[in-house]
């Protein structure tokens, strides 16, 4: 439902109806990473990947923003994490990596250089060579998980290409929200959020 018909459902003004779903996107950002996360560990196993967003002015074609995601997703789970940058080089590979992904955990990532350093970390670092196979024929290892991660996320923010800075940020953790609470009551989750952001007194 578009904000104009909500906000004639709802009986209010547009300007406010998007003052509050800008709120309750505020609050699905914020929960992804407050207290802040980390995934893995010894014995599991944590997807890594890094995909190009671009955004384009669809009046004259003029890109507008250009960056990476970076992130990854434990296998057999929805824990996630994404982190919106400017570059992928292995500084900033490294840095993000350390911060969401515990020491000891078995990371698959591809054959980027921005990951070479990973093993002297303290991963077991894993690669599959994409310019030959998307599995590797030999061990089985893929990056599919958070591959389709990036499909996901994209497909949400695709009708949100209008956005601007920080606004079109928000909207890829709202995404990312979307997809963590999945197979949950997310209303349910939503209100819950909230409420452990504003007890009751």
Same mark, same amino acid.
């Given at each position: 439902?578009?904000?104009?018909?909500?906000?004639?459902?709802?009986?209010?003004?547009? $300007?406010?109806? =998007?003052?509050?779903?800008?709120?309750?996107?505020? =609050?699905?950002?914020?929960?992804?990473?407050?207290? #802040?996360?980390? /995934?893995?560990?010894?014995?599991?196993?944590? %997807?890594?990947?890094?995909?190009? =967003?671009? $955004?384009?002015?669809?009046?004259?074609?003029?890109?507008?923003?250009?960056?990476?995601?970076?992130?990854?997703?434990?296998?057999?789970?929805?824990?996630?994490?994404?982190?919106?940058?400017?570059?992928?080089? %292995? #500084?900033?590979?490294?840095? =993000?990596? %350390? %911060?969401?992904?515990?020491?000891?955990?078995?990371? /698959?990532?591809?054959?980027?250089?921005?990951?070479?350093?990973?093993? #002297?970390?303290?991963?077991?670092?894993?690669?599959?060579?994409? *310019?030959?196979?998307?599995?590797?024929?030999?061990?089985?290892?893929?990056?599919?998980?958070?591959? *389709?991660?990036? *499909?996901?996320?994209?497909?949400?923010?695709?009708?949100?290409?209008?956005?601007?800075?920080?606004?079109?940020?928000?909207?890829?953790?709202?995404?990312?929200?979307?997809?963590?609470?999945?197979?949950?009551?997310?209303?349910?989750?939503?209100?819950?959020?909230? #409420?452990?952001?504003?007890?009751?007194?």
């Amino acid at each position: 439902m578009v904000m104009k018909e909500l906000a004639e459902t709802l009986e209010t003004e547009e $300007k406010t109806v =998007i003052q509050w779903c800008q709120w309750f996107r505020d =609050i699905m950002a914020e929960s992804l990473y407050q207290p #802040a996360i980390m /995934i893995g560990g010894v014995g599991e196993t944590v %997807q890594i990947d890094e995909t190009n =967003i671009v $955004k384009r002015k669809y009046n004259v074609g003029r890109i507008v923003r250009n960056g990476w995601l970076i992130g990854g997703i434990q296998n057999n789970t929805r824990a996630v994490f994404i982190e919106i940058v400017d570059k992928r080089d %292995q #500084a900033t590979c490294e840095r =993000i990596i %350390q %911060q969401y992904v515990a020491p000891g955990t078995t990371v /698959i990532t591809d054959c980027w250089r921005g990951y070479n350093g990973l093993a #002297a970390l303290g991963y077991d670092h894993k690669t599959v060579n994409h *310019s030959q196979n998307f599995v590797d024929p030999a061990t089985g290892l893929h990056t599919q998980r958070v591959e *389709s991660l990036w *499909s996901h996320l994209k497909r949400r923010i695709k009708p949100k290409c209008g956005l601007k800075g920080d606004l079109w940020d928000d909207h890829w953790f709202e995404a990312l929200w979307h997809f963590k609470h999945h197979e949950e009551a997310k209303l349910y989750e939503l209100w819950a959020e909230i #409420a452990r952001r504003y007890p009751l007194t």
